[in-house]
Every structure is written in C-alpha cells, then in structure tokens.
C-alpha cells in the first residue's frame, strides 16, 4: 500500500500546553485507520491540524505527496479530504438532498451570470449535482428521506447524512470525528457497514472513536495516542495485546472482551 497522508513531527503548543507533541502518522490508501486514546489525548487537535482548522506549531502534512500544511481548510477540501465533526452539523431547516448538494459546492463551475440566468449549461450542471447527491443518499440509505427536512430525521440518519455530505464531492481521505457517538447498538453495526462500503468504494477512512468494539470490527491500523504523543500503531489484534496501550487506554478488562469478541465465530 501507498501513503495517501503522511504527518511528520506534527505538533501543537498552546503556550505552556503541548496538545499534539511530534506525531509521525502514515494512513495507507484504501485502508480504515482508527485513531484512539484518553481523553485529552490529543486527537480532535490531530484531525484539526490534517483539516486545516487549526496551523501546527512544527511539522508537515502531506496528502498524496503534496503538502498540505500552509493550505487552508477549503483548499485542502478541494484537493480531496473531506470531514464531519463530533457535533452534528446537519441544516436543519434545509432538505436532505440540499444538505447534500452544498457538498458538491467545490465542483459547481457556473459563474454568477451562468447561475443568474439559468444558462443550459448551468441546468446541465445542476442535474448532474442532483444525480450525484441521489447516490450518496442511495449508499446511506436515505433516497427515500431526499425531501424531508434534515431537522427531522433521527440522531443515526442525520449521521448518516452528514457522511454523505462528507462523500458528496468523491474525497480521497474521509475523517470521521467520533461517528458512532450517540448511536444504539443497531445504528453502529449499520455505521460499520457503511465504512466498510466507504472504504470499498476506494475512499480511505481515518476516524476518531471511543466505542473499542467498532474500532477493532473495521480498523486495517491502529493509532493510539497519549498526552499528544504517539505510542503504539498497528493492527487491531497487536492493539489489544500492546503493553502500552493496556497502561495507558484499554486496560486488561476491556482487552479481555474485545479478544473474546474478535473470537467470536
């Protein structure tokens, strides 16, 4: 496999608080990649520096060989990394498929005039857009739901719909930022096969995520994280096992259970 994101000695201080502390991260194409720890650990800052919300005190952040570190967050966006966050940011008084049509704003190529008047070209480009959000919606199961108000779907459907919005535009690098927070047990194994449909379509995924056992059922690699610095990364079986990652997140306990889970038949 080939690196599709690579972070070198990324860092972030805020004055006297090192909260991401000389991170080296290879995410491989094609794969799911979970990013776990404590909380505080320094994760949600790790994805804000990848995304371009936050600049890194030090390091770098390459997608697909290119460096991304000066770019803004709408640059990286255009260039093919995509996210959600751990609060809901669906428009609640907007329709479905409108929710998922401002995702596909970086491909509109109409200009203002074009738009204005409604050129055949603009119309061309519209039903193009609308075709595309139809199939984002198909992959989550939400076609049916198109032209309702995303208000008023339920906490798993507007997730969902949040990760088509995300997927709208064919991003390259997908991060998910704790996507199984709030979910029932049926909405999470619905989650997993999304992310495994995701990752089968040739999107990578990196994700942030408490719930161990979603972590191990669909992570390639793991990549654990302690007051910011990096100390473990591997498969999720080696996770389990790591003495590191026992001390400072899972704990004996909860290794036991994901090991007995994994051997279910």
Same mark, same amino acid.
């Given at each position: 496999?080939?690196?599709?994101?690579?972070?070198?000695?990324?860092?972030?201080?805020?004055?006297?608080?090192?909260?991401?502390?000389?991170?080296?991260?290879?995410?491989?194409?094609?794969?799911?990649?979970?990013? $776990?720890?404590?909380?505080?650990?320094?994760?949600?800052?790790?994805?804000?520096? $990848?995304?371009?919300?936050?600049?890194?005190?030090?390091?770098?952040?390459?997608?697909?060989?290119?460096?991304?570190?000066?770019?803004?967050?709408?640059?990286?966006?255009?260039?093919?990394?995509?996210?959600?966050?751990?609060?809901?940011?669906?428009?609640?008084?907007?329709?479905?498929?409108?929710?998922?049509?401002?995702?596909?704003?970086?491909?509109?190529?109409?200009?203002?005039?074009?738009?204005?008047? +409604?050129?055949?070209?603009?119309?061309?480009?519209?039903?193009?857009?609308?075709?595309?959000?139809?199939?984002?919606?198909?992959?989550?199961?939400?076609?049916?739901?198109?032209?309702?108000?995303?208000?008023?779907?339920?906490?798993?459907?507007?997730?969902?719909?949040?990760?088509?919005?995300?997927?709208?535009?064919?991003?390259?690098?997908?991060?998910?930022?704790?996507?199984?927070?709030?979910?029932?047990?049926?909405?999470?194994?619905?989650?997993?096969?999304?992310? +495994?449909?995701?990752?089968?379509?040739?999107?990578?995924?990196?994700?942030?995520?408490?719930?161990?056992?979603?972590?191990?059922?669909?992570?390639?690699?793991?990549?654990?994280?302690?007051?910011?610095?990096? $100390?473990?990364?591997?498969?999720?079986?080696?996770?389990?096992?790591?003495?590191?990652?026992?001390?400072?997140?899972?704990?004996?306990?909860?290794?036991? +259970?994901?090991?007995?889970?994994?051997?279910?038949?």
């Amino acid at each position: 496999m080939t690196a599709l994101l690579q972070t070198s000695g990324l860092t972030r201080r805020y004055a006297g608080l090192i909260a991401v502390d000389g991170v080296d991260m290879a995410v491989q194409a094609g794969s799911v990649h979970a990013l $776990i720890g404590p909380n505080g650990a320094g994760k949600t800052t790790l994805f804000n520096l $990848i995304s371009g919300l936050e600049t890194p005190s030090e390091g770098t952040v390459l997608l697909c060989g290119r460096d991304l570190t000066a770019l803004p967050a709408d640059r990286r966006t255009a260039l093919g990394l995509a996210r959600t966050f751990q609060t809901m940011r669906v428009f609640a008084a907007m329709t479905v498929l409108e929710n998922v049509l401002t995702g596909l704003h970086p491909r509109r190529a109409a200009g203002l005039a074009a738009t204005i008047m +409604r050129t055949p070209g603009f119309r061309r480009e519209e039903r193009a857009l609308v075709a595309r959000a139809r199939e984002v919606l198909d992959m989550v199961g939400l076609t049916d739901r198109a032209g309702e108000r995303a208000g008023g779907l339920a906490y798993g459907d507007q997730r969902r719909l949040e990760i088509a919005r995300a997927m709208a535009p064919e991003p390259a690098l997908l991060l998910l930022d704790e996507p199984a927070a709030g979910m029932n047990p049926a909405e999470t194994e619905a989650l997993a096969g999304l992310v +495994r449909r995701i990752s089968g379509l040739g999107t990578t995924v990196l994700l942030v995520e408490h719930d161990m056992g979603f972590v191990m059922d669909i992570s390639d690699v793991v990549t654990v994280l302690n007051f910011g610095r990096l $100390i473990f990364q591997g498969p999720p079986a080696a996770t389990r096992q790591a003495p590191e990652v026992l001390e400072a997140y899972l704990g004996h306990k909860v290794a036991a +259970r994901l090991a007995a889970r994994a051997a279910r038949p």
